[in-house]
């Protein structure tokens, strides 16, 4: 019996803090299959409970960064009840994302397309190739990108969303940072480097505080405003409370830089 390869690489250096999950099946041009997003979702679950991970990167290997569900399996399988199966494992994994104490940050080159596009938009940043073009692009093909439509509508802003999931249009990584979906596109050659950067600024921040910061900036997205002050005002108490804080502050007071254990 012949064992089917990972999809997946996952990079662990404990010394840096830093997990690259890639994306790794290149012929497929690492379309989203059950098993991608199985692996997917392991690795997430592995990492959320790793506690020399102070951050991720998510990758890919070959000329795409991911093409979104694979088209192929969903043809082979015509049945109600396996593509609910199969958008609801996909909507899990992504608020995996959400989820995860740890900040993840999309590295994208070439094409990220549909749930692929979803991906990038669900995680917290997002760095992009200039050559680097995104799309939801369903609806050419009779399907509106509803799933991937959640993700990209809570990053752009609601009409340049909906352009995209009512065309099909592709967009260049340049509007994709004028409309919001990531937040840098750099020369292909500078990609890694880059990604590397933006870890190494966060990287430089007390920990607590960075988990703390994306927990209640998930929640309170949800909210009404008054809820969301609340929530603030308690997470921010529970922050003032830590001793990272409490140094910062005193630091702050002394004119003089932080003393961290990063």
């Not at 692009?137 to 509106?144: A, E, Q, R, V």
């Not at 809570?154 to 340049?160: A, E, T, Y």
């Not at 900036?217 to 609340?230: D, N, P, T, V, W």
């Not at 005193?250 to 004119?255: G, I, N, R, T, V």
Request: net charge neutral; charged share 20%.
């Amino acid at each position: 019996m012949s064992i089917e390869p990972s999809q997946l690489v996952l990079e662990d250096s404990p010394a840096s803090g830093i997990v690259r999950l890639i994306l790794n099946n290149a012929s497929s041009f690492n379309a989203l299959s059950a098993k991608m997003m199985s692996e997917l979702k392991e690795a997430f679950q592995k990492i959320s409970q790793n506690s020399h991970c102070r951050i991720v990167i998510l990758a890919a290997n070959g000329k795409a960064f991911s093409t979104g569900h694979d088209l192929k399996e969903m043809r082979n399988q015509p049945d109600h009840d396996f593509y609910s199966a199969l958008f609801q494992q996909c909507s899990a994994m992504m608020l995996q994302i959400q989820n995860l104490p740890q900040p993840v940050i999309a590295q994208v080159q070439g094409i990220a397309t549909a749930a692929g596009c979803q991906l990038v938009s669900m995680c917290d940043l997002a760095v992009a190739a200039k050559t680097a073009k995104f799309a939801v692009s369903g609806i050419n093909y009779g399907l509106f990108c509803s799933t991937p439509g959640v993700g990209i509508s809570r990053s752009m802003h609601r009409k340049q969303a909906m352009e995209m999931l009512l065309t099909g249009d592709f967009i260049d990584a340049e509007t994709a940072v004028q409309r919001g979906l990531i937040n840098q596109c750099v020369d292909d050659d500078r990609l890694e480097q880059s990604v590397i950067n933006l870890c190494e600024k966060i990287l430089a921040k007390p920990e607590p505080a960075v988990r703390m910061g994306k927990q209640l900036f998930y929640k309170q997205l949800e909210m009404g405003i008054a809820a969301a002050y609340q929530l603030a005002g308690q997470t921010m108490a529970c922050n003032m409370m830590d001793e990272t804080a409490q140094e910062g502050f005193q630091a702050f007071l002394d004119k003089r830089k932080p003393s961290w254990n990063t």
